[in-house]
């Protein structure tokens, strides 16, 4: 059906809406700093997996990169290529056939390494392998985010790493950002040169991880083409590549949302909507962040008496029976009606593949809207899909 995408006034259940049009100006441009940089920009399953939309962007990209068996699953049989993988640990049971759906096999340890390397290599001979660095550096403030905060499970460090590497690591992994500037990647470069770069005329190739967050309005893009464009020229000899997964569904749709119930206590006022924030929006709660809600002004300061506020201010809470489940405070134009559409911006990275069935709430559909505005159920969700989970 046609729908109007200001409004999507159309839908009267949840969904979460691609918009064909926002994802392909993200996969341009992002080939474009690829190809003026001349380094090798992957998508991370973590933060993206919608496989129905993978043959659009097989047009822009050539490879993944995955953290488990079944993200090497989705990669080799559904992105059609094998994927670049780190774990921060493989299992036993999962290694070979992680291995045969590799390209990279990035170890996060070198004890994982002399475990798992003489098995990955023997089911595919071609297989390259990594390890992943830490280079002791992060300007993420967030520590559920950052992976080289004190005491982290990631990474090698300098001085765990043997003079001489084994001959068959071919690569550093070195992840160490979350939707982050240029600037960023900039101060935390310097770091991982002061640290590593011995090693580099022993390796083929670097991946500098993900949050490099450049479809971002205020990204410095010019910036990160000259400091990987340099960095090149200062290592002919290293590949370089990237896996951001942000960056990839950066403002590429909104999560749609209805009023259920407004209820009011001690003089707030909370909307119920057909969602829910602990099963469709994680990360605004682990974070915390605020999502945008179209038409309306966030007052993430707001004080815990929101009657104290002018105007029609309410919190937005979910349909599960956790008490947590709302986040305050929005001030709207108008009071809220039963039944009315609330749109949260930019709600594909980090929620599709993270949503769960707690509580069995429904599940929000997942719908692709053409550049035609004609709009396409990818998948929709029922009984079923909670149920069989309970197997």
């Known amino acids: 059906m046609k729908v109007n995408p200001k409004t999507y006034s159309e839908l009267t259940k949840p969904a979460y809406?691609?918009?064909?049009?926002?994802?392909?100006?993200n996969l341009a441009l992002i080939r474009d700093v690829a190809e003026r940089s001349g380094v090798e920009i992957i998508l991370a399953f973590k933060a993206y997996a919608l496989?129905?939309?993978?043959?659009?962007?097989?047009?822009?990209?050539?490879?993944?990169?995955?953290?488990?068996?079944?993200?090497?699953?989705?990669?080799?049989e559904e992105f059609g290529a094998p994927a670049h993988t780190f774990s921060p640990a493989y299992t036993d049971f999962e290694i070979e056939d992680i291995s045969r759906m590799s390209s990279h096999l990035t170890f996060?340890?070198?004890?994982?390494?002399?475990?798992?390397?003489?098995?990955?290599?023997?089911v595919n001979p071609d297989l390259q392998f990594g390890v992943r660095v830490n280079p002791e550096y992060s300007e993420v403030g967030t520590d559920i985010y950052n992976p080289c905060a004190p005491g982290t499970r990631f990474g090698v460090l300098a001085e765990e790493l043997p003079e001489t590497l084994p001959a068959d690591i071919k690569?550093?992994?070195c992840h160490c950002h979350c939707e982050s500037g240029s600037d960023v990647f900039q101060r935390t470069l310097v770091h991982i040169e002061e640290k590593f770069s011995k090693?580099?005329?022993?390796?083929?190739?670097?991946?500098?991880?993900?949050?490099?967050?450049?479809t971002r309005a205020d990204y410095d893009i010019e910036l990160l083409v000259s400091l990987l464009t340099d960095f090149r020229k200062r290592y002919p000899n290293l590949k370089v590549i990237l896996e951001p997964g942000s960056a990839f569904g950066w403002q590429t749709g909104p999560l749609v949302s209805h009023v259920v119930d407004v209820v009011e206590n001690h003089g707030i006022r909370t909307a119920i909507l057909d969602v829910s924030f602990t099963c469709h929006m994680p990360d605004c709660l682990e974070m915390p962040y605020h999502p945008k809600v179209r038409g309306a002004e966030t007052l993430e300061d707001a004080p815990n008496d929101l009657s104290q506020l002018e105007g029609y201010v309410y919190r937005?809470?979910?349909?599960?029976?956790?008490?947590?489940?709302w986040m305050s405070a929005w001030r709207f134009n108008h009071e809220l009606q039963i039944g009315e559409t609330i749109i949260f911006e930019d709600m594909l990275h980090y929620t599709t593949v993270k949503t769960c069935t707690f509580n069995g709430i429904s599940h929000p559909a997942i719908c692709f809207l053409r550049e035609n505005n004609e709009l396409e159920t990818l998948r929709e969700y029922s009984y079923e899909d909670y149920r069989d989970r309970m197997d």
């Open 316 to 325: 937005l809470g979910g349909n599960s029976c956790l008490s947590g489940d």
């Open 108 to 122: 996060n340890s070198l004890s994982q390494y002399e475990r798992h390397h003489e098995r990955a290599k023997a």
């Open 51 to 76: 496989w129905k939309t993978f043959p659009i962007f097989r047009e822009y990209i050539s490879s993944t990169t995955a953290s488990s068996l079944s993200e090497a699953r989705l990669a080799f």
């Open 17 to 25: 809406v691609l918009e064909e049009k926002r994802l392909r100006r």
């Open 171 to 173: 690569g550093f992994h």
């Open 199 to 214: 090693w580099f005329p022993q390796l083929e190739w670097i991946n500098f991880g993900g949050g490099h967050l450049m």
